[in-house]
């Protein structure tokens, strides 16, 4: 490794095209797949621009460069300097408080991606609802409040039960169910979540909506100006009711919804009102009485390992497509179903202190295991904490059943010792 100024390279040099500027990375075990992807195609060179400096990511990446990819103005400085040593082939994103910034980047520098202000409507939830009913797309009903007593009002005039949740976090973190008005006090206090990495702030900042009832899904799409394509499609299990804690995923490579004409006209509406293409988006789902109705969209792949699962079991990868799609180009994806994946995250049964974590024995074929807590670690569970996980174990079998078998297996091989 050399230095030359802010920018670090490593490896060979670049294409002719340059890199591909990659905002942010995020921890190995939910990030590494999609480094690997890319850089395995040998389509894309990477460049970091990250806050942190690299480690794991060094054998996947071209170079990288110290910035703030939080704050957009710096971000585009940044990138602006990176294209003019080497040249810049597209921006990518995979971290949903970045997309926003790397927006911004990528359309200073005049290259593909979706427009900032597309992306912006979908950070916002309360302004993803509002432009929804705005095109006549099919929306739970929503307002947005600063005080306790405005959402007691709001919810009164939804009616129960509502929703609470933060305006623009992701992964459940703040988002829980209030039956009645006895529920809005911990609802409210549970929405204000903030996390240090979300620098967004609201004057009204939390969210109250209809609730939704039905099973949720999840869904990865290729999204371009003329047809948003359904690449992965999993079905959510949740935990620690009232709260949505996200608990596990089955991808399942011949599931029939890739194939529903309602669910791909709701895509396909709710893609086209919101301005967003040129990019792959998850998408959230409650399959309802009425038909699919969304909950949000994030302008990222999915999170959770959810496109790791999906290319087993589809032979999709969704990281490289959306590289594709940052570099101007269309690819065109071929589902090839190959059984399903799951995955299932580690949860203590109550607030724990680690003292021990340990796997014991062998794991069966088509499994894995990550255990991502050590000693003295503090898992907190709703509403004091979330995502107190202590690891997570995929599995890829012939079924359903099958995943589910070789699940049980693998956690008898677990063993967490907890400090008295």
Not at 135 to 152: I, Q, S
Not at 251 to 269: F, I, S
Not at 391 to 418: K, M, N, P, Q
Request: glycine share 10%.
């Amino acid at each position: 490794m050399y230095h030359t100024g802010a920018q670090h390279t490593v490896g060979s040099g670049d294409s002719d095209a340059g890199p591909l500027l990659l905002v942010g990375s995020g921890s190995p075990g939910f990030r590494e797949y999609a480094f690997r992807e890319i850089a395995a195609s040998g389509r894309h060179r990477i460049w970091l621009l990250t806050d942190t400096e690299p480690g794991w990511e060094l054998p996947y990446i071209t170079g990288w460069s110290p910035t703030d990819p939080l704050d957009p103005d710096v971000l585009c400085k940044d990138a602006a300097e990176v294209a003019r040593v080497h040249g810049v082939a597209g921006v990518l994103c995979l971290n949903e408080a970045m997309v926003w910034p790397a927006a911004c980047a990528a359309e200073a520098l005049g290259l593909p991606g979706p427009a900032p202000d597309a992306v912006w409507r979908c950070r916002d939830k309360a302004l993803t609802r509002k432009t929804l009913t705005a095109h006549g797309v099919t929306t739970p009903g929503a307002g947005t409040a600063a005080t306790r007593e405005r959402v007691l009002e709001l919810a009164a005039a939804i009616g129960y039960p509502v929703v609470c949740k933060p305006r623009a976090l992701g992964g459940s973190i703040g988002v829980r169910r209030a039956d009645g008005p006895d529920d809005m006090a911990a609802a409210f206090v549970a929405a204000g979540a903030q996390l240090p990495d979300v620098p967004q702030r609201f004057s009204e900042g939390v969210l109250v909506e209809e609730y939704l009832d039905g099973p949720e899904i999840s869904v990865d799409s290729l999204v371009t100006e003329d047809e948003v394509q359904p690449l992965v499609i999993a079905r959510k299990t949740t935990s620690f009711d009232p709260f949505f804690e996200e608990s596990g995923h089955v991808v399942d490579g011949a599931d029939p919804l890739y194939d529903d004409p309602v669910l791909q006209r709701e895509l396909t509406a709710v893609h086209r009102a919101l301005g967003v293409h040129g990019c792959v988006t998850h998408s959230e789902w409650r399959l309802t009485a009425q038909g699919p109705r969304l909950v949000e969209v994030n302008v990222r792949p999915g999170g959770d390992l959810i496109p790791h699962l999906g290319a087993l079991v589809t032979g999709i990868p969704v990281a490289l497509l959306a590289a594709e799609l940052s570099a101007g180009r269309r690819p065109v994806p071929v589902r090839r179903p190959n059984g399903v994946a799951i995955i299932e995250f580690l949860y203590p049964d109550r607030d724990t202190t680690v003292k021990s974590l340990t796997l014991e024995g062998g794991l069966p074929a088509g499994v894995e295991v990550e255990l991502t807590a050590g000693p003295g670690d503090v898992l907190s569970l709703p509403p004091r904490g979330y995502k107190a996980r202590y690891g997570w174990i995929t599995a890829h079998g012939r079924s359903v059943d099958h995943c589910r078998d070789l699940i049980a297996e693998a956690r008898a091989a677990i063993r967490i010792e907890a400090v008295a």
